[in-house]
């Protein structure tokens, strides 16, 4: 088992008016290339600023991240953004901040495959539970179809990996276990995936946890 993507040293530092800030330092984790990795921890841990750092969204302010063993952070943000394109899919906390509302779900579905340069396949809505469902709009799907949506785009791009941030928070506990069987069904297609989440739900689910506390591995 390799690591698809790896922080060492990584700390992030915000400024304010009274000063910077810390939001996670000196952690040093690792995404395995197979199953499910949890980053969990109370609010305020740092488990979602590490996973916007893994998934090269955010720049860390000391460390570096690695992608298949290769120091990526420190590339220009083109090239991150390429490569965030090309082989990580992220999942926002709200699910309408993944998605394009104005869509079908089978064109948001498209438009994701196609964003990676993959061919669409929508027999990938009936992977994660959504078959028959391609002509509803977004708005017209629940919060547990939306998220579920979201995972299918993410598989629809064929990353490497796939990060969801509290991808259950906003859910009843009936669309939480739809969505966690989803997670589940992108490692059985061979996509590892990292979730920050606090749901003892999702980290029952977990190959792997990792506890944070006050912004370090605990």
């Given at each position: 088992?390799?690591?698809?993507?790896?922080?060492?040293?990584?700390?992030?530092?915000?400024?304010?008016?009274?000063?910077?800030?810390?939001?996670?330092?000196?952690?040093?984790?690792?995404?395995?290339?197979?199953?499910?990795?949890?980053?969990?921890?109370?609010?305020?841990?740092?488990?979602?600023?590490?996973?916007?750092?893994?998934?090269?969204?955010?720049?860390?302010?000391?460390?570096?991240?690695?992608?298949?063993?290769?120091?990526?952070?420190?590339?220009?943000?083109?090239?991150?953004?390429?490569?965030?394109?090309?082989?990580?899919?992220?999942?926002?906390?709200?699910?309408?901040?993944?998605?394009?509302?104005?869509?079908?779900?089978?064109?948001?579905?498209?438009?994701?495959?196609?964003?990676?340069?993959?061919?669409?396949?929508?027999?990938?809505?009936?992977?994660?539970?959504?078959?028959?469902?391609?002509?509803?709009?977004?708005?017209?799907?629940?919060?547990?179809?939306?998220?579920?949506?979201?995972?299918?785009?993410?598989?629809?791009?064929?990353?490497?990996?796939?990060l969801a941030d509290e991808p259950t928070s906003q859910l009843?506990?009936?669309?939480?276990?739809?969505?966690?069987?989803?997670?589940?069904?992108?490692?059985?297609?061979?996509?590892?995936?990292?979730?920050?989440?606090?749901?003892?739900?999702?980290?029952?689910?977990?190959d792997r946890v990792v506890r944070m506390r006050s912004g370090?591995?605990?």
């Amino acid at each position: 088992m390799a690591d698809v993507l790896a922080a060492q040293g990584v700390g992030v530092d915000y400024p304010t008016p009274a000063g910077a800030v810390t939001a996670i330092d000196g952690v040093t984790v690792a995404v395995p290339d197979q199953g499910i990795t949890v980053f969990a921890g109370p609010s305020g841990s740092g488990k979602s600023t590490l996973l916007r750092v893994l998934a090269l969204v955010e720049r860390p302010t000391r460390g570096v991240v690695e992608l298949s063993g290769e120091t990526v952070s420190t590339r220009s943000h083109r090239q991150l953004r390429a490569l965030r394109r090309q082989t990580i899919a992220l999942m926002f906390q709200s699910p309408l901040e993944n998605l394009l509302p104005e869509l079908t779900a089978a064109q948001n579905v498209i438009a994701a495959a196609q964003s990676a340069g993959q061919a669409p396949d929508l027999e990938l809505l009936g992977v994660v539970g959504l078959d028959g469902m391609g002509d509803y709009r977004v708005p017209a799907l629940s919060g547990g179809q939306q998220q579920r949506l979201a995972l299918c785009c993410a598989l629809a791009r064929d990353p490497k990996v796939v990060l969801a941030d509290e991808p259950t928070s906003q859910l009843d506990d009936t669309s939480a276990g739809l969505v966690l069987e989803s997670l589940k069904v992108l490692v059985d297609r061979g996509v590892p995936v990292a979730v920050a989440s606090h749901d003892d739900r999702v980290i029952e689910l977990a190959d792997r946890v990792v506890r944070m506390r006050s912004g370090r591995v605990a």
